[in-house]
Each structure stands twice: as C-alpha cells, then as structure tokens.
C-alpha cells in the first residue's frame, strides 16, 4: 500500500514562502508522475504543478510559473514545492498525487493521493 504524506503548509503573509513536501512510502516509484493539485473552498481541484520522475521535467499552471518550482530527491522518495512570492489566491488545501499516465495536469489521472496540507497566504 502506497501511502503520500505532505508536510509544510501554514499560515504566511502575502510576499512570503512556504516549500511543502510530500513523502512517499511503501514503495518506491520510477516511473511516472507526481503532481501537486489544491483545492480552495468552493472550487474544484486544479493542477499546480508536476515533476517525471525520470528525467525530471516539469510543468505549471501559468499563474504559478516563475513562483513555485517543483522538485524531487528520487532516493528519498520525497517531492517538493517551493512556493515563493505567495499570494492570497494561492490559499487553499494542496494536495500531492502520483501518476503512471503521461497526462499529467488531469486530477482524475492520478491513483494516489495525500490527505492534503491546508496553505493560507494573508493580505
């Protein structure tokens, strides 16, 4: 059993950085996708940002380009989201996800998912 476990939300003011993690256990992954989607009240979960775990390329959401960078540290089984320059639109409960497909900006395509940690940027 495949578990996801995020780490590293809170509370920040607008301007300021928060870099999340999302440690995965029970196996190890190679192949792939992980992803980081949110979900704010009232809205329907968006995709946020991604990483393949082989060669390591990434994608965004456009409003989130040049903010956040994702990463990974394939020994360790753990991927990252550093956001910077946070904005209250970007407050809302992230989740970490994983996915064998090749799309990677589709919730419904990911199999397993964290219970989510709760981002809150203040004006």
């Known amino acids: 059993q495949v578990q996801l476990v995020e780490s590293g939300g809170g509370l920040v003011q607008a301007g300021g950085s928060l870099r999340l993690s999302c440690a995965a256990s029970g196996r190890t992954f190679s192949t792939g996708a992980m992803g980081w989607f949110r979900q704010a009240p009232g809205k329907e979960r968006e995709f946020v940002a991604a990483i393949r775990w082989t060669g390591g390329n990434t994608y965004y959401r456009d409003s989130v380009k040049g903010r956040f960078t994702i990463s990974r540290d394939n020994a360790k089984n753990t991927v990252y989201l550093q956001m910077n320059s946070l904005e209250p639109e970007d407050t809302a409960v992230y989740y970490c996800?994983?996915?064998?497909?090749?799309?990677?900006?589709?919730?419904?395509?990911?199999?397993?998912w964290g219970q989510g940690t709760q981002v809150t940027v203040s004006s």
């Open positions: 996800a994983r996915t064998g497909n090749f799309v990677v900006n589709r919730p419904e395509l990911y199999d397993t």
